[in-house]
């Protein structure tokens, strides 16, 4: 059985890091498109970051551009989301999901990827 699992959210300051894992289970990493995405209350989910297997094509959405970093450890099975220099506006639910494909690329759309964690909040606040 397919399962994600993410961690490492909490509460940061504005301008503080947080890290989030997100732990893969049931499959082998290396075939999947690993993305993050967020929803913050009120709002729609939006996608974060992508990354593809087997790919270098990585994803960011604007508004993240700079400040975060999305990665894998495939021999780990689990992808991480180096957030830096957050912001408020950053606070939301984060969410990681996989879709197993060979193609390369990766996508930002919610409906495109089948498998999700449960997601992890991350607060920005003083």
């Known amino acids: 059985q397919l399962q994600l699992v993410e961690s490492g959210g909490g509460l940061a300051q504005p301008g503080g890091s947080l890290r989030l894992s997100c732990e893969m289970s049931?499959?082998?990493?290396?075939?999947?498109?690993v993305a993050w995405f967020r929803q913050a209350p009120g709002k729609e989910r939006e996608g974060v970051s992508c990354?593809?297997?087997?790919?270098?094509?990585?994803n960011y959405a604007d508004f993240v551009k700079g400040r975060f970093t999305i990665s894998r450890d495939n021999a780990k099975n689990t992808a991480y989301l180096q957030m830096n220099n957050l912001k408020p506006e950053d606070t939301a639910v984060y969410y990681c999901?996989?879709?197993?494909?060979?193609?390369?690329?990766?996508?930002?759309?919610?409906?495109?990827?089948?498998?999700w964690g449960q997601g992890t909040q991350v607060t920005v606040s003083s």
């Open positions: 999901a996989v879709r197993r494909t060979s193609n390369g690329f990766c996508y930002s759309d919610v409906a495109w990827y089948d498998t």
């Open positions: 049931g499959f082998t990493l290396n075939y999947y498109t």
């Open positions: 990354i593809p297997g087997f790919s270098d094509r990585i």
